[in-house]
């Protein structure tokens, strides 16, 4: 069963930092490229990341600059590490495929960032 488990979220005070965590029970997982989702109470899911099969990496414009999206093939997961934190960056935070695939959306990992 393909699994994608998200973690590394939590409770922080605005410009503080974390880094979350993916990791996919995807066989081939290096010739998948990865995005890293988040949606917002009331708001529609929207791609925050993604990393190409060769590491080439594009940020939405509202985290460039700020987070920075990467991966371990050998461990199969992907990263976001995410720095200066906004209290417009609290969401639930999903990894995926990029484009997605709505088979493997997992449980997501909460992000809450106080002013």
């Known amino acids: 069963q393909v699994q994608l488990v998200e973690s590394g979220g939590g409770l922080v005070q605005a410009g503080g930092s974390l880094r979350l965590s993916c990791t996919a029970s995807?066989?081939?997982?290096?010739?998948?490229?990865m995005g890293w989702y988040r949606q917002a109470p009331g708001k529609q899911r929207e791609l925050v990341a993604f990393?190409?099969?060769?590491?080439?990496?594009n940020y939405a414009d509202s985290v460039k600059g700020r987070f920075t999206i990467s991966r371990d093939n050998a461990k199969n997961t992907v990263y976001l590490q995410m720095n200066s934190l906004k209290p417009e960056d609290t969401s639930v935070y999903y990894c995926?495929?990029?484009?997605?695939?709505?088979?493997?959306w997992g449980q997501g990992t909460q992000v809450t960032v106080s002013s």
């Open positions: 990393i190409s099969t060769r590491g080439s990496t």
């Open positions: 995807i066989s081939r997982f290096s010739i998948y490229t």
């Open positions: 995926n495929t990029q484009p997605y695939d709505s088979y493997l």
